[in-house]
């Protein structure tokens, strides 16, 4: 009965949490694993262990929706910041008529030259492993059709 009440807990934190960014499915694990860390460490001078429990869930499932909205915060950053520096390389190439460097870029754009360099390679890995994926993919395409042949 009791770790019915426990998991009851949980499931009403993650239903109050649901809708925000954070799959039901990973908050009820992220509060289980936060129940099963309040039991484990709770010490009976503490007191209020239902209080406990309750605080503990909630921080654990809170801290979990704070994670993933500043990681959907810094994916849309980094989406931002390659569409600007993709139109200043266009805009720069085709002004000077030859590649921009990264030195110009960031001049530009008024960044450091080293988040010039790191966009760039980012984007650059980025590139060669979507490319590598779509060749992977057209391979896989031809070996099919020789095999139908």
Not at 113 to 134: G, K, P, Y
Request: include cysteine.
């Amino acid at each position: 009965m009791l770790i019915e009440h426990n998991l009851h807990l949980v499931l009403e934190a993650a239903q109050a949490r649901k809708g925000r960014g954070v799959a039901f499915g990973d908050l009820f694990q992220e509060g289980t694993v936060g129940l099963i860390s309040a039991v484990e460490h709770y010490k009976p001078a503490d007191g209020a262990f239902h209080a406990r429990l309750v605080h503990v869930i909630a921080v654990t499932m809170d801290d979990v929706l704070a994670q993933t909205e500043e990681a959907q915060h810094n994916d849309e950053a980094f989406v931002i910041a390659c569409r600007l520096l993709e139109s200043a390389q266009r805009l720069l190439s085709e002004r000077l008529d030859r590649p921009a460097t990264p030195t110009e870029l960031a001049k530009l754009l008024q960044w450091e030259e080293a988040r010039v360099n790191v966009i760039l390679a980012m984007l650059s890995e980025a590139r060669t492993t979507h490319d590598q994926e779509l060749l992977d993919y057209l391979d896989d395409l031809d070996d099919q059709d020789d095999r139908e042949e």
